[in-house]
């Protein structure tokens, strides 16, 4: 009745057998189920991609990014005729000044960037963008007016203010109006037109005699004008909207931007709760 000296192996082996083809079977089962969800989860992104209406999110974006062009304009709109201010307001030779002219408008920038985020959160962001645009469009002006380097120095300042202000301001808005599925693609478009901005002021610096440069900075004014009218009619953030306590205008204003899953993806939008990040307020 005592089991054989081969029997015990045969059995061992059997059930060793059985248990990897379990296992085989619920890993392909895993799988499946991983394939599954992935595939269910890109349907669901392109539903929201063929729901949103990227019409109303591109304008607003495409307004927005006025700012960030006018970031990279101011810096390099006054390279190329600096020599020829110096001589028209009676400070060439003078490096110091010349130095001055030129780094007016990242001292202004480095003030404005600080107080971005508190006028964001307490005003809106549509309302901090048009706050914004007051001294972007008065600061290039004043520099295209000045007869003295301290006009000069006062409009290059302000517009730093405003592009500071902006560089704030932007990636929130941008961020917070674009639909999930696209806030990575959009979002990369603040720093790319920042880049344009640049490129955009080397080209009239080379398009344009350096006699010219009131005219370069009266250009200037045009992405202040643009970001001011556009902001008139573009959305209010509906991330703003919900932390502000409004959710029923969040919720239209993020079914308008986002389509039917706009009340998903603007999320729980508890009242009163910041979206802003900590470093940017005071």
Same mark, same amino acid.
């Given at each position: 009745?005592?089991?054989?000296? !081969?029997?015990?192996?045969?059995?061992? $082996?059997? %059930?060793?057998?059985?248990?990897?083809?379990?296992?085989?079977? +619920?890993?392909? +089962?895993?799988?499946?189920?991983?394939? #599954? %969800?992935?595939?269910?989860?890109?349907?669901?992104?392109?539903?929201?991609?063929?729901?949103? *209406?990227?019409?109303?999110?591109?304008?607003?974006?495409? /307004?927005?990014?006025?700012?960030?062009?006018?970031?990279?304009?101011?810096?390099?709109?006054? *390279?190329?005729?600096?020599?020829?201010?110096?001589?028209?307001? !009676?400070?060439?030779?003078?490096?110091?000044?010349? =130095?001055?002219?030129? $780094?007016?408008?990242?001292?202004?920038?480095?003030?404005? $960037?600080?107080? !971005?985020?508190?006028?964001?959160?307490?005003?809106?962001?549509?309302?901090?963008?048009?706050?914004?645009?007051?001294?972007?469009? @008065?600061?290039?002006?004043?520099?295209?007016?000045? &007869?003295?380097?301290?006009?000069?120095?006062?409009?290059?300042?302000?517009?730093?203010?405003?592009?500071?202000?902006?560089?704030?301001?932007?990636?929130?808005?941008?961020?917070? /109006? $674009?639909? &999930?599925?696209?806030?990575?693609?959009?979002?990369?478009? *603040?720093?790319?037109?920042?880049?344009?901005?640049?490129?955009?002021?080397?080209?009239?610096?080379?398009?344009?005699? /350096? %006699?010219?440069?009131?005219?370069?900075?009266?250009?200037? @004014? @045009?992405?202040?004008?643009?970001?001011?009218?556009?902001?008139?009619?573009?959305?209010?953030?509906?991330?703003?909207?919900?932390?502000?306590?409004?959710?029923?205008?969040?919720? @239209? /204003?993020?079914?308008?931007?986002? =389509?039917?899953?706009?009340?998903?993806?603007?999320?729980?939008? #508890?009242?009163? +709760?910041?979206?802003?990040? &900590?470093?940017?307020?005071?």
């Amino acid at each position: 009745g005592l089991p054989t000296a !081969g029997g015990l192996p045969g059995k061992a $082996s059997t %059930t060793h057998l059985i248990h990897l083809q379990q296992q085989q079977q +619920q890993q392909r +089962q895993r799988q499946r189920q991983q394939v #599954a %969800t992935r595939a269910a989860s890109g349907a669901a992104g392109a539903s929201s991609d063929s729901e949103a *209406n990227m019409g109303a999110v591109l304008f607003a974006v495409g /307004v927005a990014c006025m700012g960030a062009f006018a970031f990279g304009y101011h810096l390099g709109v006054v *390279n190329g005729p600096l020599e020829a201010i110096a001589r028209e307001l !009676g400070f060439a030779g003078n490096q110091a000044l010349s =130095g001055l002219v030129v $780094s007016s408008t990242l001292a202004g920038a480095a003030v404005g $960037s600080l107080t !971005g985020g508190s006028l964001a959160e307490a005003f809106g962001r549509r309302s901090a963008f048009m706050l914004c645009a007051l001294p972007m469009l @008065a600061g290039p002006l004043l520099s295209a007016a000045a &007869t003295s380097i301290n006009v000069m120095i006062a409009g290059r300042v302000l517009a730093g203010l405003a592009i500071g202000l902006s560089s704030a301001l932007v990636p929130l808005y941008i961020s917070e /109006v $674009s639909p &999930t599925s696209r806030r990575g693609t959009l979002g990369s478009l *603040n720093q790319l037109m920042i880049c344009v901005g640049i490129l955009a002021a080397l080209l009239v610096n080379v398009a344009l005699p /350096v %006699t010219d440069w009131r005219l370069m900075f009266n250009l200037a @004014a @045009a992405p202040a004008i643009i970001l001011l009218l556009g902001m008139l009619v573009a959305p209010e953030s509906p991330t703003y909207l919900a932390a502000k306590g409004r959710r029923d205008e969040a919720v @239209a /204003v993020a079914n308008n931007l986002w =389509g039917r899953s706009g009340a998903d993806q603007l999320g729980a939008g #508890a009242p009163g +709760q910041s979206t802003l990040p &900590t470093p940017w307020c005071w």
